[in-house]
């Protein structure tokens, strides 16, 4: 058993640039776990900046000087968010706070619905199987309402975390868009001369990041506007609370279309029953979950996401175990990251004939003793 440990680390650790790589790793999640939470508004500008960085080059691209670029990109895009917080903000408060008020009619009618089954079905379920499931949707209903009011407790408390966000995160945006080279250039200098594998791993693994976190977001944006034109087009009741759900949604490849396509199809079936609008608009939804799926996410993400699907399942479970919220979305990120790292980690290949000498020298050593037992 020592023999094979030995090997493994001789094959993966004896090459001074794969330990500087594991050191720097190592540092990193220590970080993360021991101060992430300080550090939530550098990550949330960080994240920013990725989005307007891309901007930001269009911009230069054209000539125009980077803090000049810079400037407008901000200035730009918080005059967005001040009109998505104004505009869109109320309205989705407003529909959620409707949903919630409709929430106990709905459930009535479900129970109604539901107690129906044994009078058409009696061969397949019985009354008291139909209560049994009521009494539990009416605990799991019970248990998210009392989620709900501890999360608006929750953000009441934090109110003043909020308005701190609004001034330091769009200032250190900024800083982090204007003075780019000049920081990278000072981590830079902060890391030891050999440093080939691990400039190697960052420089893939920054592109990687970027261009998925702007995918991202485009995604988000693209997927809402078109589930909203589709909910508006058959007037589903909530359209602009249940379209932002199917936004947010792709945040979580696979499980969040599922979990989102819940709601919608409750909805639509208390505001039409089984009628054909019902049929036509889960048909409508699952074309736009195709799309986006099949051609959208190809598009965005093509040189990007190079992952089994099993792969990107189990990252979102467990970064999103670790850091909740953040942990889902770097969840493909963090996965490309361990893929990447690898992918390019040296393996020391140890040459046939130390090999082989080696395994003489074990021989002799295993006679040896051998015959010392003998003898004795």
Same mark, same amino acid.
């Given at each position: 058993?020592?023999?094979?440990?030995? *090997?493994?680390?001789?094959?993966?650790?004896?090459?001074?640039?794969?330990v500087i790589l594991a050191i720097l790793l190592l540092g990193g999640?220590?970080?993360?776990? @021991?101060? $992430?939470? +300080?550090?939530?508004?550098?990550? =949330?500008?960080?994240? #920013?900046?990725?989005?307007?960085? $891309? #901007?930001?080059?269009?911009?230069?691209?054209?000539?125009?000087?980077?803090? /000049?670029?810079?400037?407008? =990109? %901000?200035?730009?895009?918080? =005059?967005?968010?001040?009109?998505?917080?104004? $505009? #869109?903000a109320p309205i989705l408060v407003q529909q959620g706070a409707q949903?919630?008020?409709?929430?106990?009619?709905?459930?009535?009618?479900?129970?109604?619905?539901?107690?129906?089954?044994?009078?058409?079905?009696?061969?397949?379920? @019985?009354?008291?199987?139909?209560?049994?499931?009521?009494?539990?949707?009416?605990?799991?209903?019970?248990?998210?309402?009392?989620? %709900?009011?501890?999360?608006?407790?929750?953000?009441?408390?934090?109110?003043?975390?909020?308005?701190?966000?609004?001034?330091?995160?769009?200032?250190?945006?900024?800083? #982090?868009?204007? *003075?780019?080279?000049?920081?990278? *250039?000072?981590?830079?200098?902060?890391?030891?001369?050999?440093?080939?594998?691990?400039?190697?791993?960052?420089?893939?693994?920054?592109?990687?990041?970027?261009?998925?976190?702007?995918?991202?977001?485009?995604?988000? &944006? &693209?997927?809402?506007?078109?589930?909203?034109?589709?909910?508006?087009?058959?007037?589903?009741?909530?359209?602009?609370?249940?379209?932002?759900?199917?936004?947010?949604?792709?945040?979580?490849?696979?499980?969040?279309?599922?979990?989102? @396509?819940?709601?919608?199809?409750?909805?639509?079936?208390?505001?039409?029953?089984?009628?054909?609008?019902?049929?036509?608009?889960?048909?409508?939804?699952?074309?736009?979950?195709?799309? *986006?799926?099949?051609?959208?996410?190809?598009? /965005?993400?093509?040189?990007?996401?190079? %992952?089994?699907?099993?792969?990107?399942?189990?990252?979102? +479970?467990?970064?999103?175990? &670790?850091?909740?919220?953040? $942990?889902?979305?770097?969840?493909?990120?963090?996965?490309? +990251?361990?893929? =990447?790292?690898?992918? @390019?980690?040296?393996h020391v290949v140890q040459p046939p004939e130390e090999m082989d000498?080696?395994?003489?020298?074990?021989?002799?050593?295993?006679?040896?003793?051998?015959?010392?037992?003998?003898?004795?």
């Open positions: 058993m020592l023999a094979v440990i030995r *090997d493994w680390y001789r094959r993966n650790f004896t090459d001074p640039q794969a999640l220590v970080a993360i776990l @021991t101060v $992430g939470d +300080l550090l939530a508004p550098f990550l =949330v500008a960080v994240v #920013l900046a990725y989005v307007l960085e $891309g #901007l930001v080059q269009a911009m230069e691209r054209w000539g125009i000087p980077r803090l /000049l670029a810079v400037s407008a =990109v %901000l200035l730009g895009s918080i =005059v967005l968010a001040v009109m998505a917080l104004f $505009g #869109l949903l919630l008020r409709e929430a106990p009619d709905m459930i009535a009618r479900g129970q109604s619905a539901l107690l129906e089954l044994p009078e058409q079905y009696p061969a397949l379920v @019985t009354e008291e199987q139909i209560r049994a499931i009521i009494r539990n949707i009416q605990t799991e209903v019970g248990d998210w309402g009392r989620a %709900l009011l501890s999360i608006s407790l929750a953000q009441a408390v934090s109110l003043f975390a909020f308005f701190i966000y609004l001034v330091l995160v769009p200032l250190m945006v900024f800083f #982090l868009l204007k *003075d780019k080279d000049r920081i990278l *250039d000072w981590l830079v200098s902060l890391l030891p001369e050999r440093r080939e594998l691990s400039s190697r791993v960052w420089k893939e693994v920054n592109a990687k990041i970027g261009n998925y976190i702007r995918g991202k977001v485009i995604e988000i &944006l &693209l997927v809402w506007m078109v589930s909203y034109a589709t909910f508006t087009f058959f007037g589903l009741n909530f359209s602009l609370l249940l379209s932002f759900l199917v936004g947010i949604s792709v945040i979580i490849p696979y499980i969040g279309a599922i979990a989102v @396509t819940v709601p919608i199809a409750l909805v639509a079936y208390f505001q039409w029953g089984f009628a054909a609008d019902f049929w036509w608009l889960l048909i409508a939804y699952q074309v736009i979950q195709i799309l *986006d799926g099949n051609v959208l996410v190809p598009l /965005l993400f093509s040189e990007v996401v190079n %992952l089994h699907p099993v792969a990107i399942i189990v990252a979102v +479970l467990f970064f999103g175990g &670790l850091w909740g919220v953040w $942990g889902v979305f770097f969840a493909i990120p963090l996965a490309t +990251l361990v893929q =990447v790292v690898l992918d @390019t980690w040296p000498a080696e395994e003489d020298a074990e021989s002799v050593e295993a006679g040896e003793a051998a015959a010392g037992s003998e003898g004795g």
